[in-house]
């Protein structure tokens, strides 16, 4: 057993019950393919995400030690990213940039994500078919995170892009040298976009988190340029790259699920409780990596220290010892208390948003068409194995109930 499965495309298409196999045989589980330990039960995932060291970042005398000098420039910005950090480090840079992402100042935008979602689906009905992750589930936090950073909207197509070979780097587990070229390409083009942005904030500045960044003082200490850039860089994929998952993952589970969508639309208040199940049942992130602070014992196994560990959160969502009937869609689910953002000090700081993009978007997709039909043809997976979403999703749209 080992996740280097999931780059079987049939594997990748339903990674559920290979999950299940590891929880159920060997939950702590040392693969030898990924010199990891997988770990897949809840309790232990918790565990992992709560005390392990996020600090897993390859030097860059480590990358060329393992003949991947290329990847250097990756990895410099990668070790100033919060997302690969430890306290006090991590703290600091949470602190600053979580400012924008409150859920008070995330439920004022609202209405605008409503604003923006009408505009996409009003092009949709006009063609009568919708591409989820084409024409909403990318476009959306796209846009939405642009205006949050305080960067021209308009490029947000090109932060797309880019978002998204460098999510490649965040969940695969073999080198490839084109993804490898995509992604130096992604990292250098974002690096000096917001260098740019940087310097116009200077000359001209504008509200959002780039100036909130460059302007705030921790005991009379400001983040350097590069942290600025690491960290815009990191708010920018995160921010995209879930919510366009989850939209996408979660259309998907409707149409699959087609009593459910029925339950759905029957009663519109389930829409808030109906994400969160989505977000279990078909997380946009699946697993994350951590290094073992000391020498631990974890569910039995001795695993040593700077060991690497893979908390597959994807598995823990459907751990019976936490959740009843857990392969089951129950959009009215109680306790349903989620690893799809992760855990502690590393809870994805972006979760207000993406949960309120989620319910907009899906909500306004269920009470505007009363039918929505999967076009036949193939589903195809992105083969990023960290992250869980699909190349396309292309339905047809029509009436209004």
Same mark, same amino acid.
């Given at each position: ?41 809840? %309790? /232990?995932?918790?565990? *992992? #995400?709560?005390? +392990? ?9 480590? =990358?060329? &030690? ?97 978002? %998204? /070979?460098?999510?490649? *780097? #965040?969940?695969? +587990? ?9 992604? =130096?390409? &992604? ?215």
């Amino acid at each position: 057993m080992s996740l280097y499965r999931l780059l079987d495309p049939e594997v990748l298409a339903n990674p559920y019950p290979l999950f299940h196999r590891l929880r159920s045989e060997d939950p702590v589980h040392w693969d030898p393919f990924l010199h990891a330990w997988v770990v897949t039960r809840y %309790a /232990d995932v918790v565990t *992992v #995400l709560y005390k +392990f060291s996020a600090d897993r970042t390859p030097s860059p005398e480590q =990358l060329a &030690a393992m003949g991947l000098e290329a990847l250097t420039p990756i990895a410099r910005v990668m070790v100033k990213q919060m997302l690969f950090l430890d306290a006090p480090a991590h703290t600091r840079l949470r602190g600053l940039a979580s400012y924008a992402f409150t859920p008070r100042r995330v439920a004022i935008l609202r209405e605008h994500i409503q604003e923006i979602t009408t505009r996409l689906l009003d092009e949709a009905a006009a063609r009568g078919r919708l591409d989820v992750i084409a024409d909403l589930g990318a476009p959306l936090p796209a846009i939405v995170t642009a205006e949050m950073l305080g960067v021209p909207t308009e490029d947000h197509e090109q932060l797309k892009n880019w978002s %998204a /070979d460098f999510a490649e *780097v #965040l969940g695969n +587990f073999q080198h490839n040298p084109d993804r490898a070229a995509r992604m =130096l390409r &992604a990292t250098e083009g974002m690096a000096e976009y917001f260098r740019e942005r940087i310097r116009e904030q200077k000359r001209q500045p504008r509200e959002g988190l780039i100036n909130a960044l460059l302007t705030a003082e921790i005991d009379g200490d400001r983040l350097t340029e590069e942290e600025v850039v690491a960290n815009c860089i990191i708010t920018m994929v995160g921010g995209q790259e879930t919510t366009t998952n989850l939209i996408g993952n979660g259309v998907l589970t409707l149409l699959r699920h087609p009593a459910e969508l029925a339950r759905l639309r029957a009663d519109l208040s389930l829409i808030p409780s109906a994400v969160e199940e989505l977000l279990r049942f078909e997380p946009p992130s699946q697993h994350t990596a951590r290094m073992a602070p000391d020498d631990v014992e974890l569910g039995g196994r001795r695993i040593k220290k700077r060991q690497a560990v893979i908390a597959v959160m994807a598995a823990g969502n459907r751990d019976p010892e936490r959740f009843p009937e857990p392969d089951r869609l129950d959009l009215g689910r109680a306790d349903n208390r989620h690893l799809s953002f992760g855990w502690g000090a590393h809870f994805c700081f972006g979760a207000p948003l993406a949960r309120i993009e989620g319910q907009v978007a899906l909500a306004a997709l269920v009470k505007r068409f009363e039918r929505i039909e999967l076009e036949p043809g193939p589903l195809v997976w992105r083969q990023n194995l960290g992250l869980r979403g699909l190349e396309a999703l292309p339905v047809t749209l029509g009436g209004a109930p």
